[in-house]
């Protein structure tokens, strides 16, 4: 120590070489501070521009035209018998009823192109709506019903204004003849738009008008589920057995090499493993959730695990001693002062990790989540789509309606997100108290 | 109950020469990795008596202590050899978790759990299930921080958590966790290092009453701390035990020259 004392530079030195060094300093954290203001800024306009490009195109598939009709039921048409046999009823032509209504409406429509355009103006789920309607009320037989039905995407797309009436008449996918009679539609008050019910509800369709996520939503809600129940608890023990039980040797560190490396295999990999290994080998069915769930489990297990593990090591050694010291064993300190300290980092891991799967496509092509499926499912079983498959498989879709429910269909995907992340910051407040 | 129990059976008042060692250490080597700590340590820790380790800083007083209740089990690198005895029994024989309810050890940097005041003192009861109901776990917690002088300033404050409380209260708070397990032997590696000399006074005080009841074995860097509150001291110097004898002696009488030199602060 004394013999460094002739180096100290004298008091009056070291006072000047800091003043003259304090503006280049705080010059410095000026820059800095501006640095990250700019990051955060170009950060918040880039979702800023995400988000508004996405609700801006999405909004309108939340919205629907729909068309009031008054429909003869028939009773010659669809109970010849007149004994109101469900069995009858429901396999009668209600497409003719709504097309005699139609024409009903337009009498001067003689020509056979033009009755097809016509036909065009309602959507081909009309006959269903009314066969619905009349199978539950089998009174309606004989009478004319007024009902609201779905129109077709492309008066829908005419009415959201995405089709001009001033483009060449052969550009576009209304014709000059289906406009006029829209307009008359319209002046007689009987198109509307309300609320697009049939979206939060319904399944896949290849008619857009009729196409819902619910059944996506649904193969997520249950992937997810899948994901989360096999995941969470298995990466969470694999994390506490490694870093709190496991002995430190050979074997674990190839161990911990290969989960490593596991949490940068690409996502398709996960997909042909689960292919081969749920699908062919244990022969588990086809598009089912819970294979899909599988499949991202595995994706999602080593993140959970890695997370989960450096959660651990951030518990600071003098609880882990403390306990010990008090003669707790090693599953009381783990079980009791180290888990919940932890708990809110291994929650992060995975949510991250889940959030990733949520947004996964490629592994579920490969096990057949992709297939075009109209009924929801109703278990994890069940033949299903995820949301992400779907945004995929409308975006690939040529019809204009499909556009715009892509990006409404994002925006369910975002909605999920925000959700699950939600559900984990409160989950992270509960075991996040402040000690 | 068990105070009078030991208390009628305490050494406390006898002298350190006619006392039986509680604990007692033969031939201890202690390595981490390839780096030897200890050299051939012997040292005999008396019965309700205080007695302090000092040394240099990295002299291995940490290292000693540690092995009293096998935490060094903990580090992986670590290896132990030599004979220690908790009352003539080898305590590598005993079972770990039952060895440190026996020994108990307060850290040199207070480390309560983050949790409630009360969960802190209950912890070791409830983990080794010495109470069978609520009002039990509340009669020991009461008396572990009577007996730590900690009850009067906390008394109202049972469910803040540990954490909230100052440096020499939290401290004071490890020790009543500690005695809540009613231990036999208390390590106290330099309890008073982050405390002022008012809370130092209060722990000191503290350990001379606890005495009365268990063995104390306390690793401290202040010599006045070791004279005042010890009746058996032990020098270690580079790994080794330089000597070891009545705190009177050690402190007025040093044999070896580097214990003078270290007590007269010569070096260290
Ligand atoms: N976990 C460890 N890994 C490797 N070496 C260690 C470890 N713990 C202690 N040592 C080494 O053992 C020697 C004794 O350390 P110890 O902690 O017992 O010293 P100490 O006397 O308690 O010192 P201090 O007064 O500074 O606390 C030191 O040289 C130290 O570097
Ligand atoms: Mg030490």
Do not use: Q, T, Y
């Given at each position: 120590m004394t013999d460094s004392t002739p180096t100290i530079p004298s008091r009056s030195d070291t006072t000047q070489t800091v003043r003259n060094g304090l503006r280049r300093r705080y010059a410095a954290e000026r820059r800095f501070k501006i640095y990250g203001v700019a990051a955060i800024g170009v950060a918040l306009l880039m979702l800023a521009i995400m988000f508004g490009t996405i609700i801006g195109n999405g909004w309108s598939a939340f919205r629907q035209t729909y068309v009031q009709m008054d429909v003869l039921v028939d009773a010659a048409e669809i109970d010849p018998d007149g004994n109101r046999d469900p069995k009858v009823l429901s396999r009668g032509d209600y497409e003719g009823l709504i097309k005699a209504a139609l024409r009903e409406m337009f009498p001067d429509v003689k020509k056979r192109k033009e009755k097809r355009e016509l036909y065009d103006l309602v959507s081909s789920g009309a006959a269903f709506d009314l066969r619905d309607e009349v199978m539950a009320d089998?009174?309606?037989?004989?009478q004319t019903v007024s009902v609201t039905v779905h129109a077709s995407d492309d008066v829908d797309m005419y009415m959201k204004g995405y089709?001009?009436?001033?483009?060449?008449e052969d550009e576009r996918r209304v014709s000059d003849k289906q406009i006029a009679r829209i307009e008359s539609l319209r002046e007689q008050g009987r198109i509307s738009t309300g609320f697009n019910l049939r979206f939060f509800t319904g399944g896949d369709s290849r008619e857009p008008e009729l196409a819902g996520i619910a059944g996506a939503a649904l193969g997520s809600l249950w992937t997810m589920l899948a994901v989360l129940v096999m995941a969470f608890p298995m990466g969470v023990m694999a994390a506490i057995y490694l870093e709190?039980?496991?002995?430190?040797n050979r074997w674990t560190d190839i161990i911990e090499v290969n989960i490593n490396n596991l949490a940068a295999v690409p996502s398709i990999v996960f997909g042909l493993l689960g292919l081969a290994?749920?699908?062919?080998?244990?022969g588990m069915p086809r598009s089912a959730p819970l294979v899909g769930g599988l499949v991202l489990a595995l994706m999602t297990l080593p993140t959970i695990i890695i997370a989960g593990r450096a959660a651990l090591t951030a518990v600071p050694p003098s609880i882990r001693e403390g306990a010990l010291g008090l003669g707790a064993s090693r599953m009381q300190m783990v079980a009791g002062n180290v888990l919940p300290l932890a708990m809110p980092g291994m929650l992060t891991g995975a949510i991250i990790g889940m959030a990733r799967a949520l947004g996964e496509t490629a592994p579920l092509l490969m096990i057949g989540m992709v297939a075009f499926i109209v009924d929801l499912p109703?278990?994890?079983?069940?033949a299903a789509t995820v949301l992400p498959v779907q945004i995929f498989l409308w975006a690939d879709s040529p019809e204009r309606a499909f556009v715009e429910r892509t990006s409404a269909a994002t925006i369910v995907l975002l909605v999920f997100l925000i959700l699950m992340n939600l559900g984990a910051v409160l989950l992270r407040k509960k075991f996040e108290r402040r000690w | 109950m068990l105070q009078t129990q030991t208390s009628s059976l305490s050494y406390a008042h006898q002298t350190v020469e006619e006392t039986p060692s509680k604990v007692s250490a033969r031939g201890v080597n202690v390595f981490y990795g390839a780096k030897q700590a200890l050299f051939d340590v012997d040292l005999d820790v008396p019965v309700n008596h205080v007695t302090a380790l000092i040394g240099p800083s990295g002299c291995g007083k940490s290292t000693f202590l540690r092995c009293i209740n096998r935490m060094n089990d903990v580090v992986e690198i670590c290896r132990v050899e030599g004979d220690i005895r908790l009352d003539e029994g080898d305590i590598y024989d005993l079972d770990v978790v039952e060895l440190r309810a026996r020994v108990g050890m307060v850290f040199q940097k207070p480390n309560p759990f983050p949790k409630t005041i009360f969960d802190n003192v209950a912890y070791g009861p409830r983990i080794h299930g010495l109470a069978s109901n609520r009002d039990e776990v509340e009669e020991i917690v009461f008396t572990s921080l009577e007996k730590a002088g900690l009850l009067k300033e906390v008394r109202d404050r049972l469910s803040e958590p540990g954490t909230s409380l100052s440096g020499g209260q939290q401290q004071r708070l490890c020790i009543a966790r500690a005695i809540a397990v009613n231990p036999e032997v208390i390590l106290m590696d330099e309890?008073?290092?982050?405390?002022d000399p008012i809370a130092t006074a209060r722990i000191e005080e503290l350990i001379d009453e606890l005495r009365q009841i268990y063995t104390i074995v306390i690793v401290t860097h202040s010599m006045q701390q070791a004279a005042r509150v010890s009746q058996r001291t032990a020098f270690l110097h580079l790994g080794e035990l330089v000597e070891v004898g009545n705190t009177e002696d050690i402190f007025t009488n040093p044999r070896d020259e580097r214990t003078q030199g270290y007590i007269t602060g010569r070096f260290g």
């Open positions: 089998p009174s309606l037989v004989g089709i001009s009436a001033e483009v060449a709190e039980f496991a002995p430190k290994v749920f699908l062919n080998f244990f109703k278990g994890p079983l069940d | 309890p008073c290092s982050a405390l």
